[in-house]
């Protein structure tokens, strides 16, 4: 997809990297798997790395299409998300494309879609009680 912070001459490579390591990948038995930063898009924002995640609605469709089309051109096995996903997106529209087209796919967490129970295990974290001025130790429940 096209991004609107880069010249038309700086958009895309020449070369299909992906392409060729996905066809260099099924060429030998490997499932290939896609690594997406939906938090930090170094190529769309050039301001210093800050803790939050962009909040602007052009960037999380920015966010949607760029998933779309990673999974239309290269049907990953595994769509490996990272650094969270931006609000307001329509990544559950996404991640239910993204299973229509490769059924057998595998999605972790980090995309930022309530799970439930099965959510983050960091989510299910506490801390117990003190102990003599110290902190507890760190729970599981």
Not at 102 to 122: H, M, T, Y
Not at 125 to 139: D, E, F, N, Q, T
Request: aromatic share 10%; with cysteine; net charge positive.
């Amino acid at each position: 997809i096209r991004n609107p912070h880069r010249p038309p001459d700086r958009q895309h490579l020449a070369r299909d990297v992906v392409g060729d390591l996905r066809a260099a990948v099924q060429e030998v038995g490997i499932p290939m798997g896609l690594y997406y930063s939906g938090g930090l898009d170094w190529s769309f924002h050039h301001d210093p790395l800050r803790p939050e995640v962009p909040k602007a609605p052009a960037y999380a469709r920015y966010a949607d299409d760029h998933l779309r089309e990673l999974v239309a051109k290269y049907r990953p096995a595994v769509l490996w998300g990272d650094i969270t996903y931006p609000p307001h997106s329509g990544i559950r529209q996404v991640v239910a494309e993204y299973y229509n087209q490769c059924c057998q796919g595998v999605i972790n967490n980090r995309f930022d879609i309530s799970l439930g129970p099965l959510g983050r295990p960091e989510g299910r974290l506490r801390k117990a009680g003190r102990s003599g001025g110290k902190p507890g130790p760190v729970l599981w429940y």
